[in-house]
C-alpha cells in the first residue's frame, strides 16, 4: 500500500508542474496536443516497443514449457491469458506491455530461455505479470505523459523567454520575468524526469512483492535477478533509454552518478526485500 500511496503522490507531483509551467507560459493549445499525441500513442505503443525489439509471436507447440507458466501464473492472477512474444537476443531479460490486462504482452529474449531453469523463470514471469494486473503499463504510460507534456511545455517557454519576453518585461517593469522562465524551463524537465523515475522504482518494488506472491516463493526471482544482473553487465542489450523502465532488469549500463537517473532500483536491494520476504515466510 505504501508503493501505491507513493505512486499516487509522485502523480499528483507531476500533475501539478504541468498545470504550473502551463499558467507561466499560457501554453493551454500546446497541453491539448501534446495530450493528444501521447494519448495517441498510449493506443499504439505495445505493437511500437514489440516492433522496436523485433519481437516475434511464438505458440504454444513451440514453447510449451513457456506457456504452461504463464497459464498457471494468470489463472493464479485472474487475468486474461497474454500474447506472448520471443525477443531474438542473447542478452537475457524480459518486459510486459499493453494498456490493460485485456491488451497484454508478455516477451522474453531467446537468452532468457536458455539461461534460467523453471523456477526462476516463473519468478520473473510472475514479477512481469503483476505489472499487467497491477496497471502499470498504465501508469507509466500517463507518467510519460505528463512529462512529455513538461518538456514540450519548457521548449515553448524557452522560446517565449529569448523572444518575447524581454519585451513585456519592458513594458511590466518586471526584471526578473525572463530570467524566471527560463529557470523554470531548465528546472521543470529535469524535476518531471525525476519524478518519472521515482514513479518507476516504486512499480518495480512492487511487482517483485506481488510477483513473489503470486509464483508462491521469492527465491525463484531473487536468483533470476542475481544471473540476470550478471549476464547484462557482461552484454548490455541494446535497448533505447524511453523503453528502459519496460524491461525486468535495466538493459542500459551505468555507473556512478549515473545509477541516480536508473529507472529502476538497485538489483541488490531488490534481492534483499525479496530474501526478507522469504525468511517471514
Known amino acids: 500500500m505504501g508503493n501505491l500511496f507513493k505512486t499516487a503522490v509522485l502523480l499528483a507531483a507531476l500533475t501539478s508542474l504541468v498545470v504550473l509551467i502551463g499558467q507561466a507560459i499560457g501554453g493551454q493549445q500546446a497541453f491539448i496536443l501534446a ?3 501521447n494519448f495517441g500513442s498510449y493506443w499504439f505503443s505495445d505493437r511500437i516497443v514489440l516492433a522496436m525489439y523485433r519481437a516475434q509471436p511464438i505458440e504454444e ?3 510449451p514449457d513457456l506457456y504452461r507458466i504463464v497459464r498457471r501464473l494468470t489463472t493464479r492472477a485472474g487475468i486474461p491469458m497474454p500474447r506472448v512474444y520471443l525477443i531474438p537476443g542473447e542478452t537475457p531479460n524480459a518486459f510486459a506491455t499493453g494498456r490493460s490486462p485485456q491488451h497484454a504482452a508478455v516477451a522474453v529474449t531467446e537468452g532468457i530461455m536458455r539461461m534460467l531453469d523453471d523456477e526462476e523463470l516463473e519468478g ?3 514479477h512481469e505479470l503483476s505489472h499487467v494486473k497491477n496497471r ?3 501508469t507509466m504510460t500517463i507518467a510519460a505523459t505528463l512529462a512529455g507534456v513538461i518538456t514540450y511545455l519548457a521548449h515553448m517557454a524557452q522560446w517565449a523567454a529569448i523572444f518575447g ?5 519592458d513594458e511590466e517593469g518586471s526584471g526578473g520575468g525572463v530570467f524566471g522562465a527560463l529557470l523554470m524551463a531548465i528546472l521543470a524537465p529535469i524535476a518531471a524526469m525525476l519524478i ?3 514513479i518507476s522504482r516504486a512499480r518495480e518494488f512492487q511487482a517483485d512483492a506481488s510477483g513473489a506472491q503470486l509464483a508462491g516463493r521469492p527465491w525463484g ?4 535477478l542475481e544471473k540476470l544482473e550478471m549476464a547484462s553487465k557482461m552484454a548490455p542489450m541494446d535497448a533505447t533509454p524511453a523503453t528502459a523502465h519496460l524491461f525486468i532488469v535495466n538493459p542500459l549500463r551505468g555507473e556512478g552518478l549515473a545509477t541516480l537517473f536508473s529507472t529502476h532500483p538497485p538489483i541488490q536491494e531488490r534481492i534483499a526485500r525479496l530474501r526478507a520476504m522469504a525468511t517471514r515466510s
Open 35 to 37: 495530450v493528444a499525441m
Open 61 to 63: 507447440a513451440q514453447a
Open 124 to 126: 520473473v514471469l510472475a
Open 136 to 138: 502499470d503499463t498504465l
Open 165 to 169: 519576453g524581454g519585451r513585456r518585461d
Open 196 to 198: 518519472q523515475l521515482a
Open 221 to 224: 526471482l531473487a536468483k533470476a
